[in-house]
């Protein structure tokens, strides 16, 4: 019966409740009482160092999202179908849409703050019936997701320095295997600041976020006082492409808005370093909402500079790097220029690859210490010395690595393994989501108490949040043009298709025997 899996509330929201067990280290570190209660409630030992602060938990939502920088580096897309107007409206509804989403993450962090995110949420607020299948899913999707998007950084990284070679040396001609090794020094400096630097990350993160906003400020005077500019009219209104070969111009733009999609992505990083944040049921979910609206703003104001700098959408979408912000910025300055404001654009995607690798080891190893994955008591084990989770910072990393392995044989391949990123995600957004709105309809009385919330509009922003994620995933699996061919078919949905149907074989052969889910926890 439903009353039989209620999540325990606290009568008392003061109450004096003794502290989790924190070890010889985290002591040094405490979590506030609030966090101790937390962790009680879901039963967890805490076991990492509460070493950020409510302002660098807000920095490290921001400088991972990057949204700026990603709408500026991955917009072929868009430019493709939809064109400069395309573009922007594009994006507009792309951040109203996940500005829905993200609410709805931000409330559920607040109510369970945990490092497992959406499979936890989905253990505690899904009906019972169906609460340790569901749960078990929605984690392996999660841990695609995540480990998708870490390999993308990377291999996105790689490319842009092929192509500021190509800027330098026309005669250049890029190589899969270069590409690959280049994924492979990236991740080593992913590991060694994840690992080596794991008690900077604090003071890492607020530095990042000023340099963050340094760049795009940069970047912005740059381009408004020395590129050659498109009237306003070109930009909002009469500049729509349609070089996907698509039969109309709506159909098109929908699929081209997959690059504010990609741009938006990542936003709940978040909540999977709930566990090393002070005053998690709060800070957590303020650093998902305003570090998105933040980026969102920073993004809006950053694209339509770059789409009023951009003389020619087709000459951009030609360009010999095979990046059209590398043909804006070859218009507005010289080489050497061009290599400058790259540079500054790939420092801050750079970190954000590093604080991702951390965001995903933290998703893998919680999903792994519930028992979700196979050789999940090495994967979940902490390092008692550092106390963080390094067996699943090198997981990670590896990874990584035998993604782009892939590269070097197939670039379409490859390509539609990272695109995997939107698809599995927008997945885990929808399940969890679509069981809270179950409690919130059916036994509100279950629900956790929660910190940060939308008042009486809850509810309305939840359904929301839940049909753009259908609208979003629905439009993530299109090709980008026609003829649809071998090389420009969109494989995400195949591999999408095949993991899940893995995860399923996974749940009958192990996952229904060894796996409880959080919410046998949470009631034990």
Known sequence: MEASVKSPRPQAVDMDIPPVDQGSHASHRPGTVKDNRDMQRMGKVQEFKRNMRPIAALSFASVLQATWEYILISNYEGLENGGLPGMFWGYIWTFIGFGFIIASISEMSSMAPTSGGQYHWVSEFSSPRYQKFLSYITGWMSVLAWQAGTASGSYLTGTIIQGLISVRNPDYEPQNWQGTLLVFAMVLVIYIFNVYASDSLEILSNLL?????????????????????????????????????????????????????????????????????????????????????????????????????????EDSLNDITGFPFLYVFKQATSTAGVNGLTAIVLLPVIFSNVLFNAATSRQTFAFARDNGLPFSRWIGKIDKKRQI????????????????????????????????NVAALMYTYIISIGC?????????????????????????????????????????????????????????????????????????????????????????
């Open 209 to 313: 976020m000023m340099l963050h906003i340094t760049s795009w400020a940069v970047i912005l005077i740059v381009l408004w006082a020395l590129a050659p500019h498109q009237s306003a009219e070109a930009v909002f209104v009469t500049q729509w492409k349609n070089f996907g070969g698509w039969s109309t111009m709506g159909l098109s733009v929908m699929i081209g808005q997959i690059s504010a999609i990609y741009g938006c992505l990542s936003s709940d990083a978040a909540a999977h370093m709930s566990e090393e944040v002070k005053d998690a049921g709060r800070s957590v979910a303020v650093a998902i909402f305003w570090g998105y609206l933040l980026n969102g703003i920073m993004a809006a104001i950053l694209l339509i500079t770059y789409l009023f700098a951009t003389p020619s959408v």
């Open 389 to 420: 989770p390094v067996n699943a910072i090198a997981l990670s990393c590896i990874i990584s690595c035998a993604l782009s392995l892939i590269n070097i044989g197939s670039e379409t391949a490859f390509n539609a393994i990272i695109s995997l």
């Open 436 to 524: 809270v709105i179950y409690r919130k309809i059916w036994h509100p009385e279950t629900l956790p108490p929660r910190r940060w919330d939308m008042g009486r509009w809850g509810l309305a922003v939840n359904i929301i949040g839940l049909l753009y994620c259908c609208f979003a995933l629905f439009w993530s699996l299109w090709p980008s043009d026609l003829p649809v061919t071998l090389e420009n078919f969109n494989w995400s949905v195949v591999i999408f298709g095949g993991v899940f149907i893995i995860s399923l074989v996974m749940y009958l052969i192990k996952g229904r025997k060894e796996y409880s889910g959080p919410a046998a926890i949470v009631q034990r």
